[in-house]
């Protein structure tokens, strides 16, 4: 059973331009979770994803950022307009059920976004 | 409020040592509390998790401390080995809040050989 794939693990994007950041959860995973890390700090929850649907996008900046987990095909992380600031790394997480209940995500290895 | 304060940021233990990871809480609507490992270039794994209503947890080497009156935890590494350097993450999650899990500022562990 394949882990959580990210995709591209490393993207080097220049001011203005956009990024995009795949996730496939694991196979039976439903829930999907994105978080930053930015260096020196922990883990920042971004939004949460059922298929379709946001659940939760308490953590996501209001401009610039949005997410998608279609009912076909990976979670998307966008980001339009990238700055300096959105240099980090980005981790999608999976679990079958809502991490509430268990308390268990899994993560895929991130993606490490570069503004140059 | 929703934050997870965690110390030390870095940690250096000898190999056979015991490795001490505090983490303290506010919101006492959190109702589980994982512990994450995370290695260079990789992204975290659970290691090991509690619920408050267990003062303590035990996994092999990894014993988790809950005080519920003091809202703080702790993890416990013991007879440390050079393996064991990670960075480490405490969390915090409220049940019926969709599992959006509340993470630490992360311990940066080195064990020494």
């Known amino acids: 059973n394949a882990g959580v794939m990210q995709n591209p693990r490393h993207l080097v994007r220049r001011r203005g331009q956009e990024a995009r950041l795949r996730c496939s959860p694991m196979?039976?995973?439903?829930?999907v979770y994105w978080y930053r890390q930015l260096p020196e700090e922990g883990l920042k929850f971004m939004v949460y994803l059922q298929k379709e649907n946001i659940i939760d996008e308490s953590g996501m900046p209001k401009e610039r950022f949005s997410a998608e987990f279609p009912k076909e095909g990976p979670s998307i992380l966008r980001i339009q307009q990238v700055v300096r600031g959105d240099s980090a790394a980005y981790f999608c997480?999976?679990?079958?059920?809502?991490?509430?209940?268990?308390?268990?995500?899994?993560f895929g290895e991130g993606s490490r976004l570069t503004v140059l | 409020q929703q934050q997870v304060k965690q110390s030390p940021q870095s940690l250096i233990v000898q190999k056979g040592g015991i490795s001490i990871i505090n983490c303290a809480y506010e919101?006492?609507?959190?109702?589980?509390f994982p512990w994450y490992q995370q290695f260079p270039g990789k992204g975290p794994a659970l290691l090991i998790a509690i619920r408050p209503d267990v003062s303590e947890k035990k996994e092999g080497r990894f014993t988790i401390s809950f005080n519920k009156s003091a809202k703080q935890f702790s993890l416990h590494i013991m007879d440390s080995q050079p393996g064991d350097s990670a960075t480490y993450f405490c969390?915090?999650?409220?049940?019926?809040?969709?599992?959006?899990?509340?993470f630490g500022q992360g311990t940066e562990l080195s064990v020494k050989p």
């Open positions: 969390a915090a999650v409220i049940y019926n809040q969709g599992g959006k899990l509340i």
């Open positions: 919101n006492t609507a959190f109702d589980y």
């Open positions: 196979k039976g995973h439903s829930h």
């Open positions: 997480a999976s679990s079958p059920v809502s991490a509430g209940y268990t308390g268990e995500l899994f």
